[in-house]
């Protein structure tokens, strides 16, 4: 199982920097081909791209932490504090009736599981770290 976590946030960082990558280069592609982002306001190349970055520096702080146990804990810590708020926000947005609660299990594969996913990674990187 130890071996498998690290595994694991590397696949996690490559799909989410994977995913910066798509909306750093091709933004208009990415806004249509998402599910459910066309309802959330009109496009917008540079927030996108903003966005983006944010996402190639996450899954790039996962990836690097697979391999270097060091800083591991405070990269993933740091990306899981992210996504967990960009969840947080989706559901914030249903609670005062921006959306409708149909869009949470719409959401859930690519905003709440990656959330619950870095997460559980940082705890398992702060239960593992070498606490000299």
Same mark, same amino acid.
């Given at each position: 199982?130890t071996?498998?976590?690290?595994?694991?946030?590397?696949?996690?960082?490559?799909?989410?920097?994977?995913?910066?990558?798509?909306?750093?280069?091709?933004?208009?592609?990415?806004?249509?081909?998402?599910?459910?982002?066309?309802?959330?306001?009109?496009?917008?190349?540079?927030?996108?791209?903003?966005?983006?970055?944010?996402?190639?520096?996450?899954?790039?702080?996962?990836?690097?932490?697979?391999? #270097?146990?060091? @800083?591991?804990?405070? =990269?993933?810590?740091?990306? /899981?504090?992210? %996504? $967990?708020?960009?969840?947080?926000? !989706?559901?914030?947005?249903?609670?005062?009736?921006?959306?409708?609660p149909?869009?949470?299990? #719409?959401?859930? @594969?690519?905003?709440? =599981?990656?959330?619950?996913? /870095?997460?559980? %990674? $940082?705890v398992?990187?702060?239960? !593992?770290?070498?606490?000299?």
């Amino acid at each position: 199982m130890t071996k498998a976590i690290p595994v694991l946030a590397g696949i996690l960082g490559a799909g989410l920097a994977g995913n910066g990558i798509f909306m750093l280069t091709a933004p208009e592609a990415w806004y249509f081909a998402v599910p459910g982002v066309t309802t959330t306001g009109p496009f917008n190349q540079h927030f996108l791209r903003d966005i983006g970055l944010i996402f190639v520096l996450i899954g790039s702080g996962f990836a690097y932490g697979a391999f #270097r146990p060091g @800083p591991r804990s405070m =990269l993933w810590s740091m990306g /899981a504090i992210w %996504l $967990s708020g960009h969840a947080l926000f !989706h559901f914030w947005e249903v609670a005062v009736g921006i959306c409708g609660p149909e869009v949470l299990p #719409r959401d859930f @594969p690519s905003v709440t =599981l990656p959330a619950l996913i /870095a997460v559980a %990674l $940082s705890v398992w990187s702060f239960r !593992h770290a070498d606490h000299r």
